[in-house]
């Protein structure tokens, strides 16, 4: 079970830890029975491929802990060899066994696996054997190829000469030969195969039998492909790819006495071809790996003596010796006399070059690659040319080169830190370059790249800590870890945080040196800093309590953070700089406001925005040090006040705030004026300044974004509250009527800003415009007939603000202004007719924005009177706002019954005071109990649906909770019907034996039928529950009962509804009807079968075949409607006849038809003849009106 604080987020590395450690294989006896069963598999594909899934699924979680399967390899390689090497196994097991065998050496590696393969002199033959005669061309089958190959690889390493094999061949090519053949072939193939041919054949020419014969054969092969390969098409790229390949681990793994009088060659062929330009990553990755082996050629295997080492390798040693002076770690940086006397091939300086220009390649895998074969050239070079190596590098880390330039030269480092050949002399001009790349963000546009050099920065860090004595990086440990931890808490992207902090940890544990190195650690982990805003808000005010931090990550958002390319970040680092203002403001005060000040008259957008918002934080930061809210005044001096005064009235009249630009600046200018009024901003007589402001903030209630329109809307409130009150002639004339006069415009968002303008006004603004105020959102929020869909969301903000304003003024209360008893009905009336805003659009039920938002305001807004004056809510009012959030409750929309059922909840458990006159109050506490209700997600329809049915129990919800139920069951969505219509059959179900509770039932369902005719809303989801209770026998108590009024109720209505309509939708929705209607008895059947005849003769060609189909259906269904004789002629009738056939002719077959069913046959009157002709080219009555159907049906 998950543990308290398991659900509160903590715990967390506990428990990815109990999930991912594991200590032994667990399933070790699972998995033997797998590969013991596999031949008892073969007639059962279904459980073979389930077996197959199950052991990979098995052997994925040892991904990261393989060698847990170590002591149990042997056994399952060699269970699984024995069905490969049994000539009577069939071909499927043959393949499946392979295919394990490489499921396991994906997981435990082909180096480790390997060496568990027979590997007996016996072997070869049959493994060159099966290698010969695989098909290379099936896909299915990859795995055996691979495993052969690798399989082949390490019979070849038996300590004998493979040309005492050749004597029992007779006919054939050397075995040396044929495995080259097979081998070179799969270097064309684009799969794992191609990996294991290049090893292949790596392993076999540099054997030491062959170096002599085949190793400059296999060369002179490999470079004569290269120079003769077309790498421009898929085919050439993919074998020039495996050519390579083999000869970086031919080089790899041969000695380098036989390779060195052939690397020359090599290197020459190599730069004759044009693989440092070409487009494909992979054949630039494998240029730069063969070019670094080949430069390990040229030089001795050797390790540099002048290279810094701290510590031995040796645990022993290190144990015996923990005290080492700063003597014994010292190094003679000059070059020994056998370096000195030892010549450097030429080709090793072209290798560097080359080597230095991937460090600049577009790939990372490429760099990573040139990083590495940089470091490890280095380490076998003399002292004078590696520094020459070096400042070359260093000369990659200047501003004037590119992000990959940094990054690769960043790897570079890291890779020479790591190996002991960056002197600790170097570490002068290296930790300033470090410390620049932790801080590198260069802008492309609208994004920027930089993230990956400072990554490899970080790993620099890291690096630098496992390799150099505390001692040794003890200058610059100050810096290192403030630029760290900066990065580790603002870095815009998680991996540079998480690499950060990484890095942080290993100098604490290896340096021992760093600040608070343990506390910082361990607040900024490796975890905590994966979330930003908990990072730049929450842990930065934890670190910067300590002094040798603060300063620096003030500088790091005021530096970079505050110019950044991002908006999002640009305004957490303003948020960063309100939680530290405490902790120093006066660095504050007289470091940073002033920059900011500045830097509002830049020409940069982003250096604009991020001062504006770090000046508006800041400031009310100042003024919140005290418990109670201080004046600016108090904290700034005469001229940074008169900077403020004028920033807003320097960007109007710049026009920063309009155009592209201003989408940006425009949030921050209203947060400026906000935090700025909040602040006490000595402008209350500056009317110039407030006209501006004002002008601002009504400009951007007609702003297109929610947020921009919020914005303005609080901003206006902060004015007011602080510039416009009665004692002050600030406030502009006519503000509230304009306000209101808004609320009528065409445009939709101005109706929403100003609307939500109107809610922030304080109650002094109110006392005299209270009831204009009201009855101008009142109206706006009640507009919803003959208004377009796209004054939806303006509905709901007025809703928002009604409720802002009851909220400010109170209810019936003591003072002045507040809302009378009239004007609590008033809202309530206009919260109610919200409820019933079902508007659509392209969109959907966007009405549903509306009832949410009335919903909510609704259960506040009857707490609130309920608190204060609860004779206001009358038995009829609570009875009205009760059944409207029950109808809702029931509604096909999952979020919206969330909110509903929440409200009604909120309101039925309402203790503080209990709200009166709840309707059945004490059975919803039954229904909705709390212990029943703890776990149940309202939004979801298999748990609520079976709470909800109940509510048609209760005689004032019984309409509203079936009108909303009906919404679900005719709806659209799966689950919703299906939970929806399940809980309603269990409900009807229950009582479909009680006359009396049915008729009530039926008696509501006919009044919801009535009510809501040509509702096409209510009428199509009605139908289709009329399809589903007649279906399901619901109605069966009315079999025996002559023609029961509900019955007939329902045939008329749904009569009635069809009449004259185009509706395709509505009309198959009545044919399930009138079908289920045929079930019962006299006047019923009849009626419904004439309706039903009527409809065959349809003018749509769809509704005649859903007729017929249904039609056939329901008569085979119940064939007890007709005699015997006269339903197999219908059903035939019915089944035969193409129902898309032009309308007379199948007029005529309907005719026939009511001949046997013993129904008059209708006839066209003259004038309607012609209506129906005319009905075929798209006019007229599509119904296709007949005299005596006409009379029957009463139309």
């Known amino acids: 079970m998950t543990s308290e604080k398991e659900r509160n987020g903590d715990g967390i590395e506990d428990t990815v830890r109990k999930g991912t450690v594991l200590d032994h294989f667990v399933e070790k006896d699972e998995v033997s029975q797998m590969i013991t069963t596999l031949p008892a598999l073969e007639n059962d594909l279904v459980v073979l491929e389930r077996a197959t899934e199950r052991f990979i699924v098995i052997l994925d979680r040892y991904q990261e802990q393989p060698h847990l399967l170590d002591p149990h390899l042997d056994e399952m390689i060699e269970q699984l060899f024995q069905y490969v090497k049994d000539p009577s196994s069939s071909q499927w097991l043959f393949h499946l066994a392979f295919k394990y065998l490489y499921t396991l050496s994906k997981v435990r590696g082909p180096k480790a696996m390997v060496r568990h393969f027979s590997h007996e002199v016996m072997d070869l033959q049959p493994a060159l054997e099966m290698m010969k005669v695989q098909d290379m061309e099936d896909h299915k089958t990859w795995e055996t190829r691979y495993v052969l190959l690798l399989w082949v690889s390490f019979i070849i390493i038996i300590p004998f000469d493979l040309s005492r094999l050749d004597g029992s061949l007779q006919g054939q090519a050397p075995i040396v030969d044929q495995i080259m053949s097979v081998a070179k072939g799969y270097l064309k193939k684009a799969d794992k195969t191609q990996d294991a041919a290049g090893y292949l054949l790596a392993r076999l020419v540099s054997r030491p039998d062959l170096r002599s014969e085949k190793l400059p054969e296999f060369l002179d092969w490999c470079l004569r492909m290269l120079a003769t390969t077309d790498v421009q098409s898929s085919e050439g790229t993919i074998f020039v790819t495996g050519v390579l390949f083999a000869l970086c681990l031919l080089f790899k793994h041969g000695k380098r006495e036989d390779l060195l009088q052939y690397a020359p060659v090599v290197f020459k062929g190599l730069l004759q071809l044009t693989l440092p330009t070409s487009g494909n990553t992979l054949l630039r990755k494998l240029n730069v790996k063969l070019l670094q082996r080949l430069g390990m050629t040229f030089l001795p295997s050797r390790v540099a003596s002048w290279r810094y080492q701290r510590g031995n390798r040796c645990l022993v040693t290190n144990v015996t010796a923990p005290l080492l002076t700063k003597a014994t770690i010292s190094h003679d940086n000059t070059t020994s006399p056998e370096e000195a006397s030892y010549n450097i091939p030429a080709e090793t300086e072209d290798i560097l070059d080359h080597l230095l220009h ?15 074969g940089v470091g490890r050239i280095c380490g076998r070079l003399p002292l004078e040319l590696a520094n020459e190596v070096i400042a070359s590098l260093l000369d990659c880390l200047t501003f004037r080169e590119n992000y990959s330039s940094w990054h690769g030269g960043c790897l570079a480092l890291a890779e020479l830190g790591r190996r002991g050949l960056l002197l600790p002399d170097r570490l002068t001009e290296v930790v300033p370059i470090v410390l620049k790349a932790l801080a590198y963000d260069e802008r492309h546009g609208a994004h920027s790249v930089g993230s990956n050099v400072r990554d490899a920065a970080c790993y620099v860090c890291w690096a630098f800590a496992r390799a150099y004595d505390p001692a040794v990086l003890l200058p610059y440990i100050g810096d290192v870890a403030s630029a760290l931890i900066a990065t580790a808490l603002f870095d815009r992207e998680t991996n540079c945080r998480k690499a950060a902090s990484a890095a942080f940890q290993e100098n604490v544990g290896r340096q021992g040196t760093l600040p608070h190195g343990i506390v910082v650690m361990t607040t900024v982990d490796y975890y905590s800093v994966g979330n930003i805003t908990h990072s730049y808000l929450e842990l930065s005010v934890k670190i910067a309590q300590f002094p040798e931090y603060t300063n620096c990550l003030i500088d790091h958002l005021l530096q970079y953070k505050l110019l950044h390319w991002d908006s999002a970040v ?3 680092g303003s948020q960063a700089l309100h939680r530290l203002t405490a902790i120093a403001p006066e660095y504050m005060k007289e470091r940073v406001l002033p920059v900011l000040l500045t830097r509002t008259s830049a020409s940069d957008l982003s250096e604009k925005h991020g001062a504006l918002l770090g000046i508006a934080e800041l400031s009310t930061a100042l003024c919140s040090l005290s418990d109670m809210t201080d004046k600016i005044t108090d904290h700034l001096p005469d001229a940074i006040i008169e900077q403020l005064v004028t920033v807003i009235l320097k960007f109007q009249r710049l026009g920063v705030l309009r155009g592209v630009g201003g989408e940006v600046m425009r949030p921050a200018a209203l947060h400026f004026i906000d935090r700025l009024s909040w602040c006490h901003l000595p402008v209350h007589a500056n009317t110039a300044v407030l006209e501006v402001w004002q002008e601002v903030i009504e400009d951007n209630f007609s702003h297109g974004e929610d947020a921009v329109r919020e914005g303005a809307a609080v901003a206006f ?65 009640t507009s919803i007939k003959d208004v377009e869909p796209k004054y939806t969301e303006a509905r709901m903000d007025a809703i928002r603000a009604t409720m802002s304003i009851v909220n400010e003024v109170g209810v019936c209360v003591n003072h002045t202004p507040c809302l009378s008893s009239s004007d609590v009905t008033m809202v309530y009336e206009e919260l109610l007719v919200a409820m019933g805003d079902y508007t659509s659009d392209r969109r959907g039920d966007v009405g549903a924005f509306v009832r949410e938002a009335s919903m909510s305001a609704l259960d506040e807004f009857t707490r609130i009177v309920a608190v204060e004056n609860s004779n206001l809510i009358v038995p009829s009012l609570c009875s009205r706002v009760m059944q409207s959030i029950v109808q809702q409750c029931c509604q096909k929309i999952d979020r919206t019954r969330g909110v509903a059922c929440s409200k009604l ?50 005689q004032s919800y019984t309409y509203h909770t079936l009108l909303g139920m009906i919404g679900s069951v005719g709806g659209l969505t799966e689950s919703t019907v ?22 009530d039932f039926c008696s509501c369902l006919t ?31 009315f079999l025996d009962s002559e023609d029961h009024p509900f019955l007939l109720t329902v045939l008329k209505l749904t009569k009635e509804e069809i009449r004259r309509t185009k509706d395709a939708k509505k009309i198959l929705a009545s044919i399930n009807v009138f079908c289920g209607l045929l079930q019962y008895h006299t006047s019923v059947r009849t009626r419904a079968l004439n309706q039903l005849m009527l409809l065959l003769g349809h003018a749509y060609p769809r509704v005649r075949k859903a007729t017929a189909d249904q039609l056939c259906t329901v008569l085979l269904t119940y064939d007890q409607l007709l005699p015997e004789d006269v339903l197999d002629n ?12 032009p309308l007379e002719k199948v007029r005529l077959v309907r005719d026939s038809l009511c001949e046997l069913l013993s129904l008059p046959v209708p006839k066209l009157k003259v004038t309607t003849a012609a209506k129906a002709s005319n009905n075929l080219t798209g006019g007229g009555d599509e119904l296709g009106s007949y005299k005596d159907l006409v009379e029957r049906a009463g139309y």
């Open 358 to 372: 991937g460090l600049k390649d577009k790939d990372t895998v490429v760099r990573w690659s040139a990083a590495k």
């Open 978 to 999: 299906r939970h929806s219509s399940s809980s309603l059959l269990t409900y009807l179900r229950m009582m479909c034996n009680k006359k009396e509770s049915m008729d």
């Open 1130 to 1141: 219908v059903v035939i009738v019915l089944a035969d006849t193409n129902w898309i056939d």
């Open 1007 to 1037: 009044n919801v039928f009535e009510d809501n005719l040509k509702n096409v809303r209510v009428i199509i989801p009605l139908l289709a529950t009329l399809d589903l209770l007649l279906s399901n026998s619901i109605f069966d108590l």
């Open 717 to 781: 409130g902060a004015v007011c509250r602080e510039y416009y009150t009665t004692s002050s002639s600030a406030m502009p004339e006519n503000l509230i009527d304009r306000f209101i006069l808004e609320l009528e415009g065409i445009n939709r968002f101005s109706r929403r800003g100003f609307s939500l303008g109107l809610g922030k006004l304080p109650s002094f603004i109110l006392s005299s415009q209270l009831d204009k105020v009201l009855a101008g959102l009142i109206k706006c929020a």
């Open 570 to 572: 640009r305004q957490l």
């Open 905 to 954: 909840l909120s309101l039925v458990h309402c203790t503080s005071p209990v709200i009166p006159n709840i309707p059945h109050h004490e059975d919803l506490l039954r229904i909705f109990n709390r212990e029943a209700i703890s776990d149940i997600n309202w939004t979801v329809a298999h748990s609520s649906f079976p709470l909800l049915v109940q509510l048609l129990a209760l």
